[in-house]
């Protein structure tokens, strides 16, 4: 042990000793990685395990729980969702796309909604998952750290027959081959499962290395990484190559191994990741660009992008090598290149904005201490001779052999900022510089332009010449042409989309393309056509513009580069290709005209951070951009998450209700989905529609959710897709449900508005005949009351007649018997009665005052007629104001008459008659005609002896009754009745109770009755 322990130390620093002097000579460059941390979403920072679903999610297994990602969001699950164990250590994936995990010693998969349990047998004491595969008969296999092997079949969890735990119980790996055999990895070596035996595989003829990653290659040779002793890999033909920190391995402590669609094997460890592609053998680190290199797991998707997990610093994607950014970092001079420009010897030189010109190289600077005029360079050129021009902030420069040369005055124009160069076929330089035009003849004469009215314009950037020998400028004030002498000019009214002019370019066609601050022109035929890529800024603010060798054109603005073939762009404003970030660009920023193309077809171009290389001929076609998985994840109502369950039939695995179906009022939905796209999740556009609802699809968006409110009843289905970039769109997920109608658009409720109506008009109908009938009887009832009147007043008449009568011959029996007095004093009571009697005659109604005055005029004169036959009292309450009551005239006459001749006459005693008028309850008043005579019963039957009907008690008793009927007024009659002693039962008179309303009108809606009738 202590030779072996030697042994890896020398090896070690042997390879640290490689490293730093490869480092240190070695030109590197910059690869772009994006990483996903805990502050992105991401549950923890130590990812164990990758795997990717069958829905496109990408799941990551962490020791704080699992985390879901669509390329934009996380969504994290761990105990408190129902985990048995914080720790995600493995993944596995089924034949239908569901995930598998290995959480502590139980193996879980989701269900719907829920996570489902399913512990391993406890005869695995406890021991920890920490691989799982699924082979081809849908077996999953679960190797355990110290539990040894079990599989998940159908017939449940069990330990697999013939395995042997008590020698291979700590498994670290496991791989299924597509032959269908299983290589599982040992602490203690390797073995080879296949049909039920168990063969140990020998990787070093000393002693088992402990296996930490295994993977098969395309070719299927299988590559086995150890703890100790690196790599190896085993060829189909048994062939075995080993491979350590002595021939460039990173650490031969190797912690994964992936082996990608392309063939290349990615070896991941903790201080970086080798790859091996074909007879190289690549290094990634931080100093390569990434953001961690303590490398865990990984793991490539669907769509090819490659997923590093680490040990503390979340997930890193690689971004691939389509695009390479160098750097200072790399041993560039600078990382803000503005020209490149190759020498005779086809070395390339840059022209930066902050530290002069360099060789691409490294081993030469030429800067303001070499006799640079100035730092900072905009533009240069290869003349004829293999000299090299650059323009500066100060004049012109010239470099022979990587040395400055003095240029007099005139040619150096020092005092001239010099932003653009052409040679043109005579082998003139000509320079566009912020006050206009210069050039600088082959025989060392200059010539100066200023920008004027009729001048090629101020800032010219952007020089380059047509077949016909025309210089083309691009300047601030649009395109001017110098054509022998002339200038002509074209700009905004022209058709050029913008007048500051940033670069220009001729196609293999012979079309100019102008690059603006706002936007692309093309020139052709004497027109303009204009192009604004995106809806910001930066895409339309174009700063170079560079063709390569198969005619494409490269547009680099602020918001990175454009793509495209001039003719399809010509004939498909949106045919072209956006690359940002996610493919590659370290910065988005270009540099003015900083484009190169070798003659190899490598493509340099200047960034606001480093210079950017490509490789046409290796990538000669932009990707295929694969379309999203777009999937709705959830229905809300009025914005707010709902529970679905009693409004659906069930819930489907994903979480949508099924069968849904809403009442009318809860018509506000909103709808989130989402569209997975691991590439370039900050692109990707959605359009959808409501199929029953919206006539089209809606214009493409970046919102995850789309609402709709005032749904009428109907059934519907939603629909969305999702594209990257608003190409190839994807199919469309769909989610049905359905509005009840509301309940006045029912068959019921027709069924009831129609029973309603036939009832309503029958109502009406009926209503409407019993108003008739009312009005008929009120018109009878009316008709009794005048004719009970008209009965009434000829009583009175009548009565009036025999009372006259009587009276006059009183009066006359007084004269006869010389009685002056009393004859005066009996006819003056006589005559007051006979006037308001007369009065009472015109009206119907009268106050009680005025009746009570006459009642007592009447029993005045009759007790002068029968002189001690009876005595009469008349009280009226305090608190009664008999003038506010009113009632029908001379009512209470025939009830005090009657008690006079019927109940007192017939007696031989005197009698008594007395009229009270006292309160009855609130808003009434009661008067109550009392005497003690011979009693109702006796008064009754002398009645009947002599045939008498008593008509004005009658009649008075029916006029009350249909005054009451009428509603005009309600006057009550008790009696007249018999009057017991209290006590002993004894008769003792007669008692009439009438009880009269204390305010009345009735006098005047007896009056409007009379003129309805009339």
């Not at 560039?332 to 904005?353: E, P």
């Not at 004469?445 to 077949?467: E, L, V």
């Not at 006292?918 to 002599?946: H, Q, Y």
Request: glycine share 10%.
């Amino acid at each position: 042990m202590k030779r072996d322990l030697r042994s890896f130390v020398l090896k070690y620093c042997l390879a640290f000793a490689i490293q730093g002097v490869l480092t240190s000579t070695l030109f590197a460059q910059q690869y772009a990685f994006t990483q996903v941390t805990p502050s992105d979403g991401l549950a923890q920072s130590q990812v164990r395990t990758i795997a990717q679903d069958g829905r496109g999610y990408l799941w990551f297994g962490t020791l704080g729980g699992a985390s879901r990602f669509d390329g934009a969001r996380f969504l994290n699950y761990a105990l408190q969702d129902g985990l048995p164990d914080a720790q995600v250590s493995a993944t596995a994936v089924d034949g239908d796309g569901n995930l598998w995990m290995g959480c502590g010693a139980t193996i879980v998969h989701r269900k719907g909604l829920t996570w489902i349990n399913d512990p391993l047998p406890k005869s695995n004491g406890g021991a920890r998952i920490q691989s799982m595969v699924f082979t081809g008969n849908g077996k999953l296999y679960t190797g355990t750290d110290g539990g040894g092997l079990w599989v998940r079949d159908t017939n449940g969890i069990h330990a697999v027959e013939g395995y042997p735990t008590d020698t291979a119980a700590s498994i670290r790996s496991l791989l299924a081959l597509r032959d269908g055999r299983l290589l599982i990895g040992l602490r203690n070596g390797l073995l080879l499962w296949d049909n039920g035996k168990c063969t140990r595989v020998t990787l070093n003829a000393d002693e088992p290395e402990p296996i930490s990653a295994l993977a098969e290659g395309m070719d299927g040779s299988w590559w086995v990484g150890t703890y100790l002793d690196g790599l190896f890999r085993i060829e189909p033909s048994g062939a075995l190559t080993h491979f350590s920190e002595e021939t460039g391995l990173m650490r031969n402590n190797v912690r994964s191994i992936l082996v990608d669609r392309t063939g290349r094997v990615w070896v991941g460890t903790k201080l970086g990741l080798n790859v091996f592609d074909g007879d190289r053998i690549r290094v990634f680190t931080i100093h390569q660009g990434m953001p961690n290199d303590n490398i865990y797991c990984s793991f490539q998707d669907n769509e090819g992008n490659i997923w590093f997990g680490t040990d503390g610093a979340g997930a890193i994607k690689f971004l691939g090598d389509r695009f390479v950014t160098y750097t200072v970092k790399d041993g560039m001079c600078s990382d803000l290149v503005m020209t490149i420009v190759a020498d005779g010897q086809g070395d390339r030189w840059l022209g930066t904005y902050d530290n002069g010109v360099c060789r691409m190289d490294g081993m030469a600077i030429v800067t303001t201490r070499e006799g640079l005029p100035n730092n900072t360079i905009w533009c240069g050129l290869k003349d004829r001779n293999d000299a090299l021009w650059f323009g500066t902030n100060e004049g012109l420069t010239k470099i022979e052999r990587g040395i400055p040369v003095p240029l007099p005055p005139e040619i150096a124009m020092p005092e001239l900022r010099i932003l653009s160069l052409l040679e043109d076929a005579q082998g003139r330089i000509w320079c566009g510089t912020r006050e206009g035009l210069a050039v600088v003849n082959t025989d060392g004469t200059t010539k100066r332009y200023p920008a004027g009215t009729n001048g090629p314009g101020r800032s010219i950037r952007a020089i380059i010449a047509d077949g016909e020998g025309r210089l083309w400028l691009g300047s601030d004030h649009g395109i001017g042409v110098l054509n022998g002498s002339t200038f002509g000019k074209y700009g905004v009214k022209d058709g050029l989309c913008d007048s500051t002019v940033q670069c220009l370019l001729h196609d293999d066609d012979g079309r100019l393309w102008i690059g603006t601050n706002n936007g692309l022109s093309c020139f052709d035929s004497g027109k303009f056509r204009t192009f604004r890529f995106a809806t910001d800024f930066g895409s339309n603010f174009f700063g170079l513009l560079q063709c390569d060798e198969s005619g494409r054109i490269w547009a680099g603005t602020n918001n990175g580069l454009f793509l495209f073939q001039p003719d399809s762009l010509l004939n498909d404003p949106l045919a072209y290709e956006h690359i940002t970030r996610s493919a590659g660009l370290s910065n988005l920023e270009f540099n003015l005209n900083a484009g190169y193309v070798d003659d190899k077809g490598r493509l340099l171009l200047g960034s606001a951070g480093g210079l950017v290389f490509h490789d046409t001929r290796r990538y000669p076609n932009s990707p295929f951009v694969r379309a999203p998985k777009v999937h709705i994840t959830g229905v809300r109502s009025f914005l707010q998450q709902t529970d679905w369950s009693k409004q659906s039939d069930s819930i489907s695995p994903n979480g949508l209700p099924i069968g849904l179906d809403l009442e009318y009022r809860r018509n506000y939905l909103t709808f989130d989905y989402t569209g997975i796209s691991l590439s370039d999740p900050d692109r990707v556009q959605y359009r959808y529609r409501l199929e029953g609802f919206d006539p089209d699809w809606l214009p493409a968006t970046d919102a995850r959710f789309a609402s709709y409110s005032n749904l009428p009843n109907g059934e519907y289905t939603f629909q969305v897709i999702a594209a990257v970039g608003d190409k190839n769109w994807s199919e469309p997920d769909t989610f049905t449900f359905s509005i009840a109608p509301p309940f006045w658009l029912r068959w019921w409720f027709f069924v009831s508005i129609v029973t309603v109506l036939a009832a309503a008009a029958y109502g009406i109908m009926h209503a409407r005949s019993l108003v008739r009938q009312r009005h008929e009887r009120t018109r009878q009832l009316l008709l009794r009351s005048r004719m009970l009147q008209l009965e009434q007043q000829a009583l009175n008449s009548n009565m009036n007649r025999h009372f006259v009568f009587n009276a006059l011959n009183s009066i006359q029996y007084h004269i006869n018997k010389q009685d002056r007095e009393t004859a005066s004093r009996y006819l003056s009571s006589f005559a007051k009665l006979i006037r308001k009697n007369l009065d009472a005659s015109q009206n119907d109604t009268t106050t009680l005052a005025e009746e009570l005055e006459r009642l007592e005029l009447y029993l005045t004169l009759e007790h002068m007629r029968f002189k001690d036959k009876f005595r009469y009292e008349i009280t009226v309450a305090p608190g009664v104001n008999t003038a506010e009551v009113r009632l029908p005239a001379m009512m209470l006459q025939p009830y005090v008459e009657n008690s006079i001749w019927h109940g007192i006459l017939p007696m031989e005693n005197q009698g008594l008659v007395r009229i009270d008028v006292t309160e009855a309850r609130p808003g009434r008043v009661l008067v109550r005609i009392d005497d003690d005579g011979i009693g109702f019963d006796r008064s009754m039957e002398n009645k009947e002896k002599n045939d008498h009907i008593s008509r004005g008690i009658e009649i008075t008793k029916g006029r009350a009754d249909v005054l009451r009927k009428l509603d005009l007024t309600d006057i009550r009659i008790t009696g007249p009745e018999q009057w017991h002693e209290t006590g002993t039962n004894t008769v003792i008179g007669t008692r009439v109770a009438i009880e009269l309303p204390a305010m009345d009108s009735m006098n005047k809606l007896q009056e409007k009755l009379q003129n309805d009738i009339k």
